[in-house]
């Protein structure tokens, strides 16, 4: 079963706007990863938050994540076309290696 | 950083044939890994969960004497596909636990099996 939805479930918008992508989960988690896979392709991994962190960033991404209401949300600033692709929030359980499972995922087209 | 590599990366194979997947961890130990399969538009799912030297641990409406895995090495894991049909073609993807236990999962690049 899918740990974790996100909405929206597809995003377009222009090159250079903003895209926000939200995550919920149901249970505890160590951590929660955010990977982008382009289409047909395996996965990339973006960026990792861990259960006692609030914000993120890395180059043009910033992830928050509270888990008081089991959700994070993926920011892309500035977008560009490559950043088409659909995007993962993944989740793993608290106390060690536990399975990581995947939300639903957005699939996010930037046009040009 | 940590390398996940993943073979055949592309595969086509007759119905009723079987089919094995590796997953191996270059530059790391992976006392646990974890193999997923995504069909076309959809999300990526948990089949099972791979242990080195112990049987895996498979979800629920996974068919373990179908999606045979073995774990006999701490840098390989591999799935073996048997009696394929039709609607096994899917995306197959694993990943190895990374860095301090809880901390960091590293995937596979996928393979893509198709059953003609």
């Known amino acids: 079963s899918q740990q974790g939805e996100e909405d929206p479930q597809a995003l377009s918008i222009q090159e250079g706007e903003n895209a926000t992508m939200n995550c919920s989960y149901k249970?505890?988690?160590?951590?929660l990863q955010w990977y982008r896979q382009n289409s047909g392709r395996g996965l990339v991994h973006l960026i990792l938050?861990?259960?006692?962190?609030r914000e993120k960033h890395s180059g043009r991404l910033r992830v928050t994540l509270d888990t008081s209401k089991k959700s994070s949300s993926l920011l892309i600033t500035a977008s560009r076309a490559a950043d088409t692709a659909s995007y993962f929030c993944?989740?793993?359980?608290?106390?060690?290696?536990?399975?990581?499972?995947f939300g639903t995922g957005t699939k996010l087209q930037v046009i040009p | 950083g940590a390398v996940v590599s993943q073979h055949p990366s592309r595969v086509i194979c007759k119905s009723g044939t079987s089919v094995k997947i590796e997953c191996r961890s270059l530059?790391?130990?992976?006392?646990?890994m974890f193999w997923y399969r995504q069909f076309p538009k959809q999300s990526l799912m948990l089949m099972a969960t791979?242990?080195?030297?112990?049987?895996?641990?498979?979800e629920q409406g996974v068919e373990k004497d179908k999606f045979l895995i073995n774990h006999a090495s701490l840098t390989l894991s591999t799935l073996t596909v048997t009696s394929a049909h039709p609607e096994d073609s899917s995306f197959y993807i694993c990943?190895?636990?990374?860095?301090?236990?809880?901390?960091?999962?590293?995937f596979g690049s996928g393979t893509r099996l198709t059953v003609v």
């Open positions: 993944a989740t793993d359980g608290s106390g060690g290696y536990q399975k990581v499972t």
């Open positions: 791979s242990n080195e030297g112990s049987k895996a641990t498979y």
């Open positions: 938050i861990r259960s006692n962190e």
């Open positions: 990943s190895a636990g990374t860095g301090p236990r809880g901390y960091g999962y590293t």
């Open positions: 530059d790391f130990q992976a006392t646990t």
């Open positions: 249970t505890s988690i160590n951590n």
